[in-house]
């Protein structure tokens, strides 16, 4: 049976062989902000096989290829956007926003009433865009060297 478009973007657990998939597409969607940072960014320093053994990983795969990644973090009282990152070349197609959808959905369902995410400062189009859908910010802090900017969104 042939996959549908739509189905291709519904995420899906990241199995243990698609390690070097996921490293990329965060390598790929992160380093251009190496320089505007300083430093790598936090997303770029995690470990993604833990976090895929643990099953904190999804993937949006186009065509068998992984074009989007997604981290969920659950808490006491939030589910943690951890990350979620596109393939520069499927930027500005809507699977970000998909995924964020995704994310949302998950932790409804799951029983959270608030999505919390951070981001760094100087990733000014990320809290702008975060912003537009509905986050607010909380706080900000420096935490391993980086300055990051807390926010929150009530879920309905």
Excluded: C
């Amino acid at each position: 049976m042939a996959t549908t478009a739509s189905t291709q973007l519904d995420p899906r657990p990241a199995r243990p062989d698609q390690l070097h998939a996921v490293e990329d597409i965060v390598r790929r969607a992160y380093s251009p902000y190496v320089s505007r940072i300083g430093r790598a960014p936090g997303p770029m320093l995690d470990d993604y096989g833990a976090l895929i053994r643990h099953g904190r990983v999804h993937v949006v795969e186009r065509d068998g290829v992984v074009q989007g990644i997604l981290v969920l973090i659950p808490d006491k009282d939030t589910m943690l956007l951890d990350n979620v990152a596109v393939a520069p070349s499927a930027q500005g197609s809507g699977l970000g926003r998909r995924m964020l959808e995704y994310a949302e959905q998950s932790a409804r369902e799951a029983g959270y009433r608030f999505m919390k995410l951070y981001t760094n400062e100087a990733m000014t189009e990320n809290i702008g865009l975060y912003s537009r859908i509905g986050y607010v910010e909380t706080h900000r802090a420096e935490e391993k060297g980086l300055k990051r900017v807390y926010m929150l969104k009530t879920l309905a």
